[in-house]
């Protein structure tokens, strides 16, 4: 847990201000609010269709805001003005899809980003897609093709990819949606690692045992409004809203 840490500079590494947004005539967030202080994990859990997805989407403005604000590390996403590709080097994105380059290897789909948008040395970006590769556990993969690899180890390449940046904040859509059973533990696993090194983490999952073990918070959204947020244990165990507790009482039965 890193709910401890100081915040050394007081801006949130990400800030979502009154949030809306509508898909023609479906409202499908409705005024959001939060706020992830630097090291904090916060996990959304809530059903389908309530805006959990398009809501980490606004952090690096894959989806565009209809109405409010939203900042990462002080910086108005929201604006126009502001240049998305440095919000997007700042932040990196798992999606529930693993999104790998399949005529590249492993190694050099970690070491694309740096090199294109950073302009690192080959030699430097090889050391550190390798140095990630290992981090995830899957470095012995690095000269292999993604269709060689399982789902799993897909997926922990995609997070290699997406710390190669040195991101500010890790967003992970439903990383687990997509894999077979026995793959999700290995990639939780790694995600786990990442909290417990004091990366500041945005994750939409339905794993709840992740959620009420790695998060140092918990947001039920449903229905486009945020209905509780708060501790793992408070909101497992003890939640007061009727409609959390009706969503757990079918999710925990399983």
Excluded: C, W
Excluded at 16 to 29: H, M, P, Q
Excluded at 82 to 97: A, E, L, P
Excluded at 173 to 189: F, G, N, R, Y
């Amino acid at each position: 847990m890193t709910s401890s840490t100081p915040v050394t500079n007081g801006v949130p590494a990400v800030e979502i201000r009154d949030v809306y947004k509508r898909f023609g005539s479906l409202e499908v967030l409705k005024g959001v609010s939060t706020t992830v202080k630097p090291r904090e994990v916060i996990v959304i859990i809530g059903p389908s269709g309530g805006g959990k997805s398009t809501l980490l989407r606004m952090v690096n403005r894959l989806e565009t805001i209809d109405g409010g604000q939203v900042f990462v590390d002080g910086t108005p996403v929201h604006d126009r003005k502001t240049d998305i590709n440095k919000i997007r080097s700042r932040v990196g994105m798992v999606f529930q899809q693993f999104n790998l380059f399949p005529h590249m290897t492993v190694l050099e789909n970690v070491m694309l980003a740096p090199m294109r948008v950073r302009n690192t040395p080959k030699d430097e970006a090889r050391e550190l897609g390798l140095t990630l590769l290992r981090r995830v556990g899957i470095e012995e993969k690095s000269a292999a093709f993604p269709a060689q690899l399982s789902g799993g180890q897909q997926q922990r390449v995609a997070i290699a990819r997406g710390l190669a940046m040195d991101p500010k904040v890790m967003l992970f859509d439903e990383p687990t949606s997509a894999l077979d059973p026995e793959m999700i533990k290995e990639v939780l696993d790694v995600m786990r690692d990442l909290a417990d090194d004091g990366m500041t983490m945005l994750v939409v999952s339905h794993e709840m045992g992740f959620a009420r073990g790695a998060a140092d918070r918990v947001i039920f959204l449903a229905d486009g409004i945020i209905v509780e947020e708060g501790a793992p244990e408070q909101i497992f165990t003890a939640p007061e809203q009727e409609r959390t507790q009706r969503f757990l009482s079918r999710i925990l039965a399983h």
